[in-house]
């Protein structure tokens, strides 16, 4: 049975076009998060402390290391929003 060369053109376009396509949306995914993997399957726990990273640093993949927290965090929290 022969081989249709014809048919490998498409193929490798196809091909290169998805390599292309995924490798773009990891590249801007990374680019979003400071050059860190995607976060997947985040708790409860997960999201408290990306909210005060955010608070912390104002990016939710952001960290610091200083033990002293910046003016105004204290005050930062989205509890003191909320309706009681």
Do not use: C
């Not at 049975?1 to 990891?26: C, D, H, K, Q, Y």
């Amino acid at each position: 049975m022969p081989v249709p060369w014809e048919a490998l053109i498409p193929f490798g376009l196809l091909t290169s076009m998805f390599a292309a396509a995924g490798t773009l949306l990891n590249t801007s995914k990374r680019a979003q998060n400071q050059g860190k993997p995607v976060r997947y399957k985040i708790d409860t726990w997960d999201d408290m402390m990306m909210d005060r990273d955010k608070r912390l640093t104002g990016h939710v993949r952001g960290q610091s290391a200083n033990p002293i927290a910046p003016e105004g965090f204290e005050t930062s929290s989205s509890w003191y929003t909320e309706a009681q």
